[in-house]
């Protein structure tokens, strides 16, 4: 909260008068997030989707939230359909579809707290997001070329073969990894406790030996050399002892995998794509894939069902019959399916992902 006689932050800054009763109430809404316990992170995409919205609008002499109509909102979004960014190319239907959640969201709260009677955006459709698979994921032999990459005879060294040993061990998010603490160790467990990952949410996650040694062999080597007094337990620390950006750790861990010229490109969640994929193929279930990632519907997990490759070709390649000798035919037994494990795990992924198709809006 601000201080006495502090001023508090405006929605826009420098305010014209038009924008004054949608700026009010932009304010009051993304107070009102907080409150709910929302994260900043969420509120300030809101507010950034808000503010867009706003401008189109009072270039439109559309200054108050009881003059927009359903027309009025998809005119906005066919705006942002024809929209082209600075390099030519349009939005991307996922973009279009996260400007548009939050105007939506707004003018439902606009009509529960009776500042409308009526909401505009109720009925409004929202465009088809794309669902689109990760670019590129590492094989477990260019993983480990790309984790050899540092001088681990150097402290900077030594600390960033920690980071890619801990993101490919469990496929942790560039911010949780950033956020770790000290006690978030338990390397007797062989655990790490992340504390208010995505959603503000807690998880307890496994990590491998392997990578626990590398943690281990920085901190008793490296670290000491980074930390700032007073020290405040961060795991992973800059040149100069302080908490990562994530910018920051994108760059160190893009310079790697640039470096070891494997035809791919990718940072960060390049090694939690490689993780979930990796360890699918490797025959663990997708529900203890979810718990690892912390995704909240298994949905979003299922996408790295179908980049996991290896085990659909060896299901092809076992049961199409354009694949099999005549000889193979005859010696080989057929197993129903019924029998097939495996086979009834890969039916049961089809049918989920004919059932996402179905039920995406």
Known sequence: MPKKGQRKEKFFAGDASDAAGFAALATAYLDALRVLNYSEKTVESRAHHLREFIKWAIDRSLSRPAEITKPILERYQRHLYH??????????????????????????????????????????????????????????????RVIA?????????????????????????RMELAHLKLYDLDQERGTVFIRQGKGKKDRMIPMGARAFGWVRRYLDEARASLALTPDDGLVFLTNVGLVFEPNRLTQIVRSYVDAAEIGKTGSCHLFRHTCATLMLEGGADIRFIQQLLGHEKLETTQIYAQVSIRMLKEVHTRTHPARLTPEAKRTEPTTPVADNPELVAELAEEEAELAEEDEAP
């Open 83 to 144: 929209y082209r960014k600075k390099n030519g190319e349009p939005l991307s239907f996922r973009s279009q579809h996260g400007c548009l959640v939050p105007v939506r969201a707004f003018f439902k709260w606009l009509c529960r707290h009776n500042h409308l009677l009526a909401n505009p955006a109720a009925d409004l459709e929202l465009p088809r997001a794309e669902k689109r698979l990760p670019r590129h994921v590492l094989t477990a032999s260019e993983a480990e």
């Open 149 to 173: 990459l540092p001088d681990v005879a150097e402290p900077l060294g030594l600390r960033d073969r920690a980071i890619l040993e801990t993101l490919y061990s469990t496929g942790l998010r």
